[in-house]
Protein backbone atom coordinates (compact mmCIF):
# COMPACT_ATOMS: atom_id res chain seq x y z
CA UNK A 1 0.00 0.00 0.00
CA UNK A 2 2.05 3.22 -0.98
CA UNK A 3 0.92 6.53 0.95
CA UNK A 4 -0.91 7.91 -2.10
CA UNK A 5 -3.53 5.20 -0.98
CA UNK A 6 -4.26 6.57 2.29
CA UNK A 7 -6.56 9.44 2.88
CA UNK A 8 -7.81 11.25 5.84
CA UNK A 9 -10.35 13.95 5.55
CA UNK A 10 -9.29 16.42 8.43
CA UNK A 11 -5.56 17.05 6.90
CA UNK A 12 -6.90 17.57 3.10
CA UNK A 13 -9.30 20.03 4.13
CA UNK A 14 -6.55 21.90 6.60
CA UNK A 15 -3.90 21.35 4.28
CA UNK A 16 -5.54 23.21 1.27
CA UNK A 17 -5.65 26.55 3.20
CA UNK A 18 -1.92 26.24 3.60
CA UNK A 19 -1.09 25.14 0.50
CA UNK A 20 -2.96 28.29 -0.84
CA UNK A 21 -0.90 30.45 1.46
CA UNK A 22 -4.13 31.39 3.33
CA UNK A 23 -2.76 30.54 7.04
CA UNK A 24 -2.71 33.92 8.76
CA UNK A 25 -6.07 34.65 6.78
CA UNK A 26 -9.61 34.82 9.58
CA UNK A 27 -11.58 31.56 8.78
CA UNK A 28 -13.41 31.14 11.48
CA UNK A 29 -15.46 34.62 13.66
CA UNK A 30 -17.06 32.58 16.34
CA UNK A 31 -18.82 34.66 19.52
CA UNK A 32 -15.03 35.03 20.84
CA UNK A 33 -13.55 36.50 17.90
CA UNK A 34 -11.76 36.17 14.89
CA UNK A 35 -9.06 32.73 14.49
CA UNK A 36 -6.78 32.35 12.04
CA UNK A 37 -6.24 29.17 10.02
CA UNK A 38 -3.06 27.96 11.54
CA UNK A 39 -4.63 28.92 15.18
CA UNK A 40 -7.25 25.81 14.21
CA UNK A 41 -4.46 23.77 12.50
CA UNK A 42 -2.61 23.93 15.93
CA UNK A 43 -5.50 23.17 17.69
CA UNK A 44 -6.55 20.17 15.60
CA UNK A 45 -3.10 18.96 15.64
CA UNK A 46 -3.17 18.91 19.59
CA UNK A 47 -6.69 17.95 19.84
CA UNK A 48 -5.69 14.86 18.20
CA UNK A 49 -2.99 14.31 20.40
CA UNK A 50 -4.86 14.69 23.70
CA UNK A 51 -7.57 12.20 22.41
CA UNK A 52 -5.40 9.42 22.27
CA UNK A 53 -3.61 10.34 25.22
CA UNK A 54 -7.31 9.98 26.86
CA UNK A 55 -6.90 6.78 25.46
CA UNK A 56 -8.95 6.74 22.51
CA UNK A 57 -8.00 5.00 19.84
CA UNK A 58 -8.83 4.44 16.15
CA UNK A 59 -12.42 3.53 15.24
CA UNK A 60 -13.65 4.41 18.84
CA UNK A 61 -16.58 6.81 18.76
CA UNK A 62 -16.51 10.20 20.75
CA UNK A 63 -20.01 12.03 20.88
CA UNK A 64 -19.38 15.92 20.33
CA UNK A 65 -22.74 17.63 22.15
CA UNK A 66 -21.54 21.19 21.66
CA UNK A 67 -22.54 24.65 20.37
CA UNK A 68 -21.18 26.57 17.05
CA UNK A 69 -17.55 27.54 17.70
CA UNK A 70 -14.21 26.87 16.82
CA UNK A 71 -14.29 24.43 19.77
CA UNK A 72 -16.59 22.28 17.29
CA UNK A 73 -14.14 22.50 14.63
CA UNK A 74 -11.10 21.41 16.78
CA UNK A 75 -13.04 18.34 18.13
CA UNK A 76 -14.04 16.92 15.12
CA UNK A 77 -11.43 17.32 13.07
CA UNK A 78 -9.20 16.66 15.75
CA UNK A 79 -10.76 13.09 15.98
CA UNK A 80 -10.56 12.55 12.21
CA UNK A 81 -6.87 13.07 12.60
CA UNK A 82 -6.12 10.55 15.31
CA UNK A 83 -8.71 8.03 13.67
CA UNK A 84 -11.19 8.09 16.64
CA UNK A 85 -14.75 8.59 14.92
CA UNK A 86 -16.90 11.56 15.96
CA UNK A 87 -20.56 11.95 16.12
CA UNK A 88 -22.32 14.98 16.59
CA UNK A 89 -25.20 15.60 18.72
CA UNK A 90 -28.13 17.88 18.60
CA UNK A 91 -27.64 20.36 21.66
CA UNK A 92 -31.65 20.98 22.26
CA UNK A 93 -32.56 17.35 22.68
CA UNK A 94 -33.83 15.68 25.91
CA UNK A 95 -32.33 13.68 28.42
CA UNK A 96 -34.08 10.69 26.77
CA UNK A 97 -32.32 11.32 23.52
CA UNK A 98 -29.27 11.98 24.65
CA UNK A 99 -29.24 8.50 26.73
CA UNK A 100 -30.56 6.90 23.54
CA UNK A 101 -27.86 7.76 21.85
CA UNK A 102 -25.05 6.78 24.61
CA UNK A 103 -26.33 3.03 24.28
CA UNK A 104 -26.67 3.05 20.88
CA UNK A 105 -23.53 4.22 19.60
CA UNK A 106 -21.17 2.56 22.14
CA UNK A 107 -19.18 5.46 22.66
CA UNK A 108 -15.99 5.86 24.66
CA UNK A 109 -16.24 9.77 25.22
CA UNK A 110 -17.87 12.87 25.05
CA UNK A 111 -17.18 16.30 24.59
CA UNK A 112 -19.86 18.72 25.90
CA UNK A 113 -20.51 22.66 26.15
CA UNK A 114 -21.27 23.68 29.41
CA UNK A 115 -24.74 24.49 29.39
CA UNK A 116 -25.54 20.83 27.84
CA UNK A 117 -23.42 18.96 30.90
CA UNK A 118 -26.60 18.72 33.47
CA UNK A 119 -28.55 16.92 30.76
CA UNK A 120 -25.86 14.42 29.98
CA UNK A 121 -24.78 13.55 33.16
CA UNK A 122 -28.39 12.62 33.80
CA UNK A 123 -28.85 10.86 30.72
CA UNK A 124 -25.56 8.86 31.57
CA UNK A 125 -26.76 8.47 35.01
CA UNK A 126 -30.09 6.92 33.78
CA UNK A 127 -28.44 4.20 31.39
CA UNK A 128 -25.65 3.30 33.41
CA UNK A 129 -23.00 5.03 30.87
CA UNK A 130 -19.56 5.68 31.99
CA UNK A 131 -17.37 6.96 29.43
CA UNK A 132 -14.86 9.87 29.84
CA UNK A 133 -16.03 13.40 29.73
CA UNK A 134 -14.44 16.38 28.26
CA UNK A 135 -15.78 19.93 28.95
CA UNK A 136 -16.14 22.62 26.40
CA UNK A 137 -15.94 25.73 28.95
CA UNK A 138 -13.77 27.84 30.97
CA UNK A 139 -13.83 26.41 34.23
CA UNK A 140 -14.12 22.57 35.41
CA UNK A 141 -17.04 21.02 37.08
CA UNK A 142 -17.02 17.48 38.84
CA UNK A 143 -13.36 16.81 37.86
CA UNK A 144 -14.06 16.51 34.41
CA UNK A 145 -11.14 17.66 31.84
CA UNK A 146 -11.36 20.68 30.50
CA UNK A 147 -11.05 20.61 26.33
CA UNK A 148 -8.70 23.86 26.91
CA UNK A 149 -6.36 22.79 29.50
CA UNK A 150 -5.47 18.97 27.06
CA UNK A 151 -4.74 21.63 24.47
CA UNK A 152 -3.02 23.17 26.22
CA UNK A 153 -0.49 20.25 27.22
CA UNK A 154 -0.69 18.09 24.22
CA UNK A 155 2.32 18.24 21.49
CA UNK A 156 1.49 21.07 18.98
CA UNK A 157 2.48 18.48 15.86
CA UNK A 158 0.36 15.08 15.31
CA UNK A 159 0.30 11.83 13.77
CA UNK A 160 -2.18 11.65 11.03
CA UNK A 161 -4.00 8.18 11.40
CA UNK A 162 -3.58 6.48 7.73
CA UNK A 163 -7.55 6.18 6.54
CA UNK A 164 -8.81 4.89 3.71
CA UNK A 165 -11.07 6.56 0.99
CA UNK A 166 -14.03 4.30 1.80
CA UNK A 167 -13.13 4.26 5.99
CA UNK A 168 -15.54 5.39 8.32
CA UNK A 169 -14.82 9.20 8.83
CA UNK A 170 -18.33 10.63 10.56
CA UNK A 171 -21.81 9.70 12.25
CA UNK A 172 -24.62 11.72 11.73
CA UNK A 173 -27.68 11.11 13.67
CA UNK A 174 -30.78 12.14 12.39
CA UNK A 175 -33.29 14.84 13.05
CA UNK A 176 -35.97 12.72 14.17
CA UNK A 177 -38.70 14.12 12.35
CA UNK A 178 -40.11 11.23 12.21
CA UNK A 179 -39.47 9.42 15.11
CA UNK A 180 -36.08 8.11 17.03
CA UNK A 181 -32.61 9.29 15.53
CA UNK A 182 -30.49 6.86 13.61
CA UNK A 183 -27.18 7.45 12.73
CA UNK A 184 -25.76 7.33 9.31
CA UNK A 185 -22.17 6.45 8.84
CA UNK A 186 -20.24 8.20 6.51
CA UNK A 187 -17.15 7.96 4.96
CA UNK A 188 -13.69 10.35 4.54
CA UNK A 189 -14.00 11.65 0.74
CA UNK A 190 -17.47 12.81 1.27
CA UNK A 191 -17.48 16.22 2.98
CA UNK A 192 -14.58 16.97 -0.17
CA UNK A 193 -16.81 15.59 -2.48
CA UNK A 194 -20.09 17.52 -1.58
CA UNK A 195 -17.78 20.95 -1.12
CA UNK A 196 -16.42 20.40 -4.67
CA UNK A 197 -19.82 19.27 -6.41
CA UNK A 198 -22.85 21.69 -4.58
CA UNK A 199 -20.30 24.36 -2.59
CA UNK A 200 -17.68 25.23 -5.73
CA UNK A 201 -20.13 23.61 -8.57
CA UNK A 202 -23.47 25.50 -7.87
CA UNK A 203 -22.84 28.10 -5.15
CA UNK A 204 -19.62 29.17 -6.61
CA UNK A 205 -17.68 29.60 -2.78
CA UNK A 206 -14.61 31.00 -3.13
CA UNK A 207 -11.99 33.00 -0.93
CA UNK A 208 -13.70 35.77 -1.02
CA UNK A 209 -17.40 34.30 0.66
CA UNK A 210 -18.33 34.67 3.90
CA UNK A 211 -20.67 32.11 5.19
CA UNK A 212 -23.11 31.82 7.92
CA UNK A 213 -25.80 29.01 8.47
CA UNK A 214 -28.59 29.18 10.40
CA UNK A 215 -28.36 24.90 10.76
CA UNK A 216 -25.92 24.01 13.31
CA UNK A 217 -23.08 22.14 12.71
CA UNK A 218 -24.40 18.95 14.22
CA UNK A 219 -26.72 18.74 11.31
CA UNK A 220 -25.88 17.42 7.42
CA UNK A 221 -26.57 20.96 5.73
CA UNK A 222 -24.63 22.94 8.65
CA UNK A 223 -21.98 20.82 8.63
CA UNK A 224 -21.35 21.57 4.99
CA UNK A 225 -22.21 25.56 5.20
CA UNK A 226 -20.18 26.07 8.17
CA UNK A 227 -16.92 23.47 8.28
CA UNK A 228 -16.27 21.67 4.98
CA UNK A 229 -17.53 24.12 2.23
CA UNK A 230 -15.34 27.35 3.90
CA UNK A 231 -12.49 24.95 4.60
CA UNK A 232 -12.19 23.51 1.02
CA UNK A 233 -12.71 26.68 -0.63
CA UNK A 234 -10.89 29.45 1.45
CA UNK A 235 -14.23 31.35 2.52
CA UNK A 236 -14.34 32.44 6.17
CA UNK A 237 -17.14 30.87 8.55
CA UNK A 238 -19.75 33.22 10.75
CA UNK A 239 -20.67 30.91 13.82
CA UNK A 240 -23.32 31.66 16.86
CA UNK A 241 -23.16 29.61 19.77
CA UNK A 242 -26.79 30.71 20.49
CA UNK A 243 -30.42 29.50 19.42
CA UNK A 244 -31.27 31.03 15.52
CA UNK A 245 -33.30 33.79 16.69
CA UNK A 246 -34.86 36.21 13.54
CA UNK A 247 -33.35 39.39 15.94
CA UNK A 248 -29.55 37.28 16.20
CA UNK A 249 -29.79 36.67 12.33
CA UNK A 250 -30.81 39.99 11.27
CA UNK A 251 -27.96 41.48 13.58
CA UNK A 252 -25.69 38.95 12.18
CA UNK A 253 -26.48 39.96 8.66
CA UNK A 254 -25.96 43.21 9.46
CA UNK A 255 -23.12 43.48 11.09
CA UNK A 256 -20.87 40.29 9.92
CA UNK A 257 -21.71 41.07 6.82
CA UNK A 258 -21.93 37.69 4.74
CA UNK A 259 -22.52 37.18 1.25
CA UNK A 260 -24.16 33.44 1.55
CA UNK A 261 -26.53 32.48 4.19
CA UNK A 262 -27.94 29.38 4.53
CA UNK A 263 -31.61 29.00 6.16
CA UNK A 264 -34.92 27.15 6.51
CA UNK A 265 -37.77 27.91 5.06
CA UNK A 266 -39.41 28.22 8.60
CA UNK A 267 -36.78 30.97 9.54
CA UNK A 268 -37.11 32.85 5.99
CA UNK A 269 -41.07 32.74 6.87
CA UNK A 270 -39.81 34.45 10.52
CA UNK A 271 -37.60 37.00 8.91
CA UNK A 272 -39.92 38.26 6.62
CA UNK A 273 -41.96 39.23 9.98
CA UNK A 274 -39.56 41.36 11.40
CA UNK A 275 -39.60 44.98 10.37
CA UNK A 276 -35.62 44.75 10.86
CA UNK A 277 -34.81 42.31 7.83
CA UNK A 278 -31.93 43.97 6.30
CA UNK A 279 -32.93 45.73 2.83
CA UNK A 280 -31.16 45.88 -0.15
CA UNK A 281 -27.81 47.86 0.45
CA UNK A 282 -28.47 47.12 3.79
CA UNK A 283 -26.52 43.49 3.90
CA UNK A 284 -24.14 42.03 1.83
CA UNK A 285 -25.63 39.01 0.97
CA UNK A 286 -24.87 37.76 -2.96
CA UNK A 287 -26.85 34.61 -2.10
CA UNK A 288 -29.10 32.38 -0.31
CA UNK A 289 -29.41 28.65 -0.01
CA UNK A 290 -32.70 26.60 1.41
CA UNK A 291 -33.11 23.21 2.62
CA UNK A 292 -34.68 21.09 4.72
CA UNK A 293 -38.27 21.10 3.76
CA UNK A 294 -39.31 22.53 0.38
CA UNK A 295 -39.18 26.22 0.19
CA UNK A 296 -42.71 27.82 -0.43
CA UNK A 297 -43.33 29.46 -3.98
CA UNK A 298 -44.59 32.86 -1.93
CA UNK A 299 -41.93 33.06 0.68
CA UNK A 300 -38.68 33.23 -1.92
CA UNK A 301 -40.54 35.85 -3.91
CA UNK A 302 -41.18 37.64 -0.82
CA UNK A 303 -37.57 37.38 0.07
CA UNK A 304 -36.00 38.40 -3.04
CA UNK A 305 -38.41 41.48 -3.04
CA UNK A 306 -37.57 43.09 0.25
CA UNK A 307 -33.85 41.69 0.15
CA UNK A 308 -32.88 41.54 -3.41
CA UNK A 309 -31.12 38.60 -2.93
CA UNK A 310 -32.66 35.07 -4.46
CA UNK A 311 -32.61 31.66 -2.60
CA UNK A 312 -32.04 28.34 -4.14
CA UNK A 313 -33.66 26.03 -2.72
CA UNK A 314 -31.90 22.65 -2.56
CA UNK A 315 -33.13 19.34 -1.43
CA UNK A 316 -30.14 17.12 0.68
CA UNK A 317 -30.83 14.35 3.36
CA UNK A 318 -28.42 12.99 6.28
CA UNK A 319 -27.86 10.00 4.58
CA UNK A 320 -26.54 11.85 1.69
CA UNK A 321 -24.61 14.63 3.82
CA UNK A 322 -25.72 17.72 1.34
CA UNK A 323 -27.53 19.02 -1.03
CA UNK A 324 -28.05 17.25 -4.01
CA UNK A 325 -31.02 18.61 -6.23
CA UNK A 326 -30.97 22.61 -6.56
CA UNK A 327 -32.26 25.47 -8.70
CA UNK A 328 -29.23 27.25 -10.25
CA UNK A 329 -28.48 30.74 -9.21
CA UNK A 330 -29.56 33.62 -11.34
CA UNK A 331 -32.29 30.78 -12.98
CA UNK A 332 -34.20 29.83 -9.68
CA UNK A 333 -38.02 29.05 -10.31
CA UNK A 334 -39.42 29.36 -7.05
CA UNK A 335 -41.87 26.43 -6.37
CA UNK A 336 -40.02 23.87 -7.74
CA UNK A 337 -36.13 22.18 -6.71
CA UNK A 338 -34.24 22.64 -9.65
CA UNK A 339 -32.33 19.56 -11.38
CA UNK A 340 -29.95 17.19 -10.06
CA UNK A 341 -26.47 18.54 -8.51
CA UNK A 342 -23.71 17.68 -11.10
CA UNK A 343 -21.69 14.75 -9.81
CA UNK A 344 -25.58 13.31 -8.76
CA UNK A 345 -27.96 11.08 -10.43
CA UNK A 346 -31.68 11.00 -9.84
CA UNK A 347 -35.02 8.73 -10.90
CA UNK A 348 -38.77 8.63 -9.98
CA UNK A 349 -40.35 5.55 -9.63
CA UNK A 350 -43.25 3.97 -8.17
CA UNK A 351 -44.34 1.29 -5.97
CA UNK A 352 -42.33 -1.20 -7.80
CA UNK A 353 -39.33 0.46 -8.69
CA UNK A 354 -40.11 1.06 -11.78
CA UNK A 355 -39.22 4.26 -13.50
CA UNK A 356 -42.75 6.67 -13.62
CA UNK A 357 -43.76 8.46 -17.24
CA UNK A 358 -42.76 12.84 -16.90
CA UNK A 359 -45.58 14.38 -15.24
CA UNK A 360 -46.24 11.30 -12.64
CA UNK A 361 -45.56 11.77 -9.18
CA UNK A 362 -42.94 8.89 -8.24
CA UNK A 363 -40.50 8.41 -4.98
CA UNK A 364 -37.12 10.47 -5.55
CA UNK A 365 -34.23 8.16 -5.26
CA UNK A 366 -30.54 9.66 -5.59
CA UNK A 367 -27.85 7.55 -6.91
CA UNK A 368 -24.23 9.77 -5.93
CA UNK A 369 -20.77 9.96 -4.41
CA UNK A 370 -21.51 10.96 -1.15
CA UNK A 371 -24.03 8.36 -0.03
CA UNK A 372 -23.48 6.92 4.07
CA UNK A 373 -22.31 3.76 4.14
CA UNK A 374 -25.13 2.46 6.13
CA UNK A 375 -27.02 3.12 9.47
CA UNK A 376 -25.46 1.98 12.62
CA UNK A 377 -27.49 -0.76 14.25
CA UNK A 378 -30.13 -0.48 11.44
CA UNK A 379 -29.33 -3.49 9.58
CA UNK A 380 -32.76 -3.71 7.93
CA UNK A 381 -33.49 0.12 7.08
CA UNK A 382 -30.22 -0.05 5.39
CA UNK A 383 -30.98 -3.01 3.13
CA UNK A 384 -34.55 -0.96 2.67
CA UNK A 385 -33.08 2.37 1.96
CA UNK A 386 -29.76 1.65 -0.26
CA UNK A 387 -30.55 -0.32 -2.73
CA UNK A 388 -27.22 -1.06 -5.13
CA UNK A 389 -25.75 2.63 -6.03
CA UNK A 390 -29.24 4.48 -5.07
CA UNK A 391 -30.48 5.72 -2.02
CA UNK A 392 -34.14 6.01 -1.61
CA UNK A 393 -35.37 9.47 -0.27
CA UNK A 394 -38.88 8.67 0.97
CA UNK A 395 -39.82 11.63 -0.88
CA UNK A 396 -42.35 12.39 -3.42
CA UNK A 397 -41.72 14.59 -6.77
CA UNK A 398 -42.83 14.96 -9.93
CA UNK A 399 -40.86 16.44 -13.01
CA UNK A 400 -42.46 19.30 -14.67
CA UNK A 401 -42.51 20.49 -18.58
CA UNK A 402 -38.73 22.24 -18.07
CA UNK A 403 -37.34 19.23 -16.67
CA UNK A 404 -37.43 20.27 -13.06
CA UNK A 405 -38.41 18.86 -9.71
CA UNK A 406 -41.40 19.49 -7.59
CA UNK A 407 -42.08 18.17 -4.59
CA UNK A 408 -44.98 16.79 -3.62
CA UNK A 409 -44.77 15.61 0.37
CA UNK A 410 -43.06 12.26 2.14
CA UNK A 411 -44.26 8.79 1.03
CA UNK A 412 -46.28 8.80 4.14
CA UNK A 413 -47.59 11.58 3.66
CA UNK A 414 -49.52 11.63 0.28
CA UNK A 415 -53.15 10.98 0.80
CA UNK A 416 -55.60 8.89 -1.02
CA UNK A 417 -59.13 10.87 -0.99
CA UNK A 418 -61.91 9.19 -2.67
CA UNK A 419 -59.43 7.07 -4.57
CA UNK A 420 -57.21 9.99 -6.12
CA UNK A 421 -53.82 10.92 -4.62
CA UNK A 422 -53.54 14.04 -2.90
CA UNK A 423 -50.06 16.37 -2.01
CA UNK A 424 -50.44 17.98 0.92
CA UNK A 425 -48.02 20.33 0.47
CA UNK A 426 -50.23 21.80 -2.67
CA UNK A 427 -52.89 22.34 -0.39
CA UNK A 428 -50.60 24.03 2.52
CA UNK A 429 -49.46 25.83 -0.08
CA UNK A 430 -52.93 27.30 -0.96
CA UNK A 431 -53.57 27.99 2.51
CA UNK A 432 -50.40 30.00 3.38
CA UNK A 433 -50.95 32.11 0.60
CA UNK A 434 -54.18 33.18 2.82
CA UNK A 435 -53.54 36.69 4.61
CA UNK A 436 -54.39 35.52 7.67
CA UNK A 437 -52.48 31.82 7.75
CA UNK A 438 -48.87 32.13 9.11
CA UNK A 439 -48.06 28.56 8.51
CA UNK A 440 -50.04 25.30 7.79
CA UNK A 441 -49.55 21.63 7.77
CA UNK A 442 -51.92 19.25 6.14
CA UNK A 443 -52.45 15.19 6.98
CA UNK A 444 -54.75 12.35 6.38
CA UNK A 445 -57.70 11.93 9.32
CA UNK A 446 -60.13 9.92 8.78
CA UNK A 447 -64.02 10.76 8.74
CA UNK A 448 -66.87 8.90 10.71
CA UNK A 449 -67.01 6.48 7.94
CA UNK A 450 -63.06 5.61 8.56
CA UNK A 451 -62.00 7.63 4.65
CA UNK A 452 -59.15 9.48 4.71
CA UNK A 453 -60.18 13.34 4.01
CA UNK A 454 -57.61 16.09 4.48
CA UNK A 455 -57.13 17.79 8.08
CA UNK A 456 -54.82 21.85 8.41
CA UNK A 457 -53.39 22.57 11.45
CA UNK A 458 -52.96 26.09 11.25
CA UNK A 459 -51.01 28.95 12.72
CA UNK A 460 -52.52 32.41 11.90
CA UNK A 461 -50.77 35.54 11.95
CA UNK A 462 -50.38 37.93 14.92
CA UNK A 463 -53.87 39.86 15.53
CA UNK A 464 -55.85 37.70 13.63
CA UNK A 465 -58.33 35.68 15.74
CA UNK A 466 -58.91 32.23 14.91
CA UNK A 467 -62.73 31.46 15.00
CA UNK A 468 -65.35 29.00 13.47
CA UNK A 469 -65.91 32.09 11.01
CA UNK A 470 -62.41 31.79 9.56
CA UNK A 471 -62.14 27.71 9.65
CA UNK A 472 -64.97 28.00 6.87
CA UNK A 473 -63.33 30.98 4.81
CA UNK A 474 -60.36 29.06 5.06
CA UNK A 475 -62.06 26.12 3.50
CA UNK A 476 -64.01 27.67 0.84
CA UNK A 477 -60.76 29.75 0.21
CA UNK A 478 -58.87 26.01 -1.00
CA UNK A 479 -61.94 24.50 -2.59
CA UNK A 480 -62.09 27.53 -4.94
CA UNK A 481 -58.21 27.84 -5.81
CA UNK A 482 -58.08 23.84 -6.22
CA UNK A 483 -60.32 20.68 -6.79
CA UNK A 484 -63.55 20.13 -4.76
CA UNK A 485 -61.99 16.80 -3.01
CA UNK A 486 -58.84 18.28 -2.03
CA UNK A 487 -60.25 20.95 0.66
CA UNK A 488 -59.76 20.15 4.18
CA UNK A 489 -62.58 18.67 5.64
CA UNK A 490 -61.44 20.52 9.06
CA UNK A 491 -58.92 23.27 10.66
CA UNK A 492 -57.73 23.12 13.47
CA UNK A 493 -56.17 25.58 15.01
CA UNK A 494 -52.73 25.55 16.76
CA UNK A 495 -50.30 28.31 18.65
CA UNK A 496 -47.36 26.69 16.76
CA UNK A 497 -46.45 23.51 14.96
CA UNK A 498 -44.31 20.80 16.29
CA UNK A 499 -40.40 21.31 15.24
CA UNK A 500 -37.42 19.60 15.07
CA UNK A 501 -34.35 21.88 16.22
CA UNK A 502 -33.91 22.26 12.03
CA UNK A 503 -37.18 23.63 11.54
CA UNK A 504 -38.81 20.64 10.12
CA UNK A 505 -42.13 20.10 10.90
CA UNK A 506 -42.60 16.93 12.65
CA UNK A 507 -45.54 15.67 10.77
CA UNK A 508 -45.75 12.31 12.85
CA UNK A 509 -46.85 14.31 15.82
CA UNK A 510 -49.44 15.94 13.84
CA UNK A 511 -51.03 12.57 12.09
CA UNK A 512 -50.81 11.62 15.87
CA UNK A 513 -53.17 14.14 16.89
CA UNK A 514 -55.27 13.46 13.93
CA UNK A 515 -55.69 10.16 14.96
CA UNK A 516 -56.87 10.62 18.55
CA UNK A 517 -58.87 13.26 17.26
CA UNK A 518 -60.61 10.86 14.87
CA UNK A 519 -60.81 7.82 18.09
CA UNK A 520 -62.76 10.39 19.91
CA UNK A 521 -65.70 10.85 17.07
CA UNK A 522 -65.82 7.30 16.52
Request: with cysteine; hydrophobic share 40%; aromatic share 8%.
Amino acid sequence: MTQSEFYNAADDLLQRNIDAGRGDKVTIVDDDGGHTHNELVDRVHRCANALREFGLGPGQRILLCLFDSIDFHTSFLGAIKAGVVPVPLNTLWTSSDYAHVLVDSGAAAVIVSEARLPVLLDAAQSVGWNGRVILSASRRQNNHALLTQLLGSAAPRAETFQSHPDDVCFWLYSSGSTGKPKAAVHRQTSMAMTARLFGQGVLSLNENDVTYSAAKLFFAYGLGNSLSFPLYTGATVVLHGGRTLPPVVNAILREKRPTLFCGVPTLYSSLLATADLPKAGEHNLRLCISAGEPLPEHVGQAWQERTGVEIVDAPGSTEMLHCFVSNRPGAVRYGTSGQPVPGYKVKLVDDGGSEVHAGEIGELWVSGPTSCAYYWNHPEKSQSTFVGEWTRTGDKYRQDSLGDLVFCGRGDDMLKVGGIWVSPLEVESVLVSHEAVLEAVVVGSSDENGLVKPRAFVVVKAGILPNDELKQKLKDFVKDKLAPYKYPRWVQFVPELPKTATGKVQRFRLRQLARDDSSERA
